[in-house]
């Protein structure tokens, strides 16, 4: 009797250990998807130079040109969008210099400047 309680209370301990196992949930904390990708971290080498540019002139754009407050908030289209880039290269925005390109590039994909 005792030997059947024990294997009992054991076979439920590993049961539900591996219903924990199989819960799809990631080592990461579920930081990621299945696939291993995870664009916030930005640490993956799958994406390419020009990737890269084009999304932190997406966040430079956010930040800096259609913020709440900003002139071009819910303004920013394919009409308004060559002068926002004449005026990222005048430099009439707080863009550091080192981010203009990528801003210049966003635009140009997005717009097609």
Known sequence: MKRALISATLFA??????????????????????W??????????????????ISQGRAQVRKYITCKSCKYHDKLN?????EVAQAVRA?????RDARRNAVL????ERYGL
Request: glycine share 12%.
């Open 105 to 108: 590039a966003y635009l140009n």
């Open 78 to 82: 394919r009409e308004t969008a060559p």
């Open 36 to 53: 291993g990708t995870n664009i916030v971290r930005g640490n993956n080498s799958r994406f390419s130079n020009k990737d890269r540019l």
């Open 91 to 95: 430099g009439r925005f707080k863009i």
């Open 13 to 34: 301990l590993l049961a539900s250990s591996t219903a924990a196992f199989a819960s799809g949930t990631s080592p990461r904390g579920g930081a990621g998807d299945d």
